[in-house]
């Protein structure tokens, strides 16, 4: 009986050979030098659209799937992120991202390509340090 199970199984391995593809899943690494902002990534996410984040050490990048866009804090302007530390990314329900830095949270708004600082105050106290997470509720 035992005979026949081996004679089986051995008959199943070279009929039915079981096929481990090494190359099923593929990965490409990213650094700086081919348009990351920072090598150092804190926070990544997809939105709606495809788009992959990446919140990093020295600014924030848009990747399409071939080249990356990237989002730094420019002084001269209003509408740009606060800083470059990012540490949190969160989508939400709107299509907004919301950037948590260590300067507070900044909100793009995709629609109008701007950033706009998020300056509620809660109890008299608004965020200006360091935030870590956002969850939407």
Not at 39 to 46: A, E, T, Y
Request: net charge neutral; aromatic share 14%; hydrophobic share 40%.
């Amino acid at each position: 009986m035992k005979k026949r199970h081996a004679l089986i199984l051995v008959l199943l391995v070279l009929f039915f050979p079981i096929r481990l593809k090494a190359d099923a899943f593929s990965f490409r690494h990213y650094k700086a030098e081919d348009g990351l902002a920072s090598n150092i990534v804190r926070s990544i996410i997809q939105d709606r659209h495809g788009f992959m984040w990446f919140g990093t050490e020295d600014g924030l990048s848009r990747f399409d799937g071939y080249t990356f866009r990237q989002f730094k804090m420019n002084r001269s302007s209003q509408y740009s992120l606060g800083s470059n530390y990012i540490s949190t990314l969160l989508e939400d329900n709107k299509g907004d991202i919301w950037i948590g830095t260590d300067d507070g949270v900044y909100i793009y708004h995709p629609s109008s390509d701007i950033f706009t600082h998020f300056n509620v105050k809660a109890s008299g106290v608004s965020i200006s340090s360091s935030v870590n997470n956002i969850v939407e509720d």
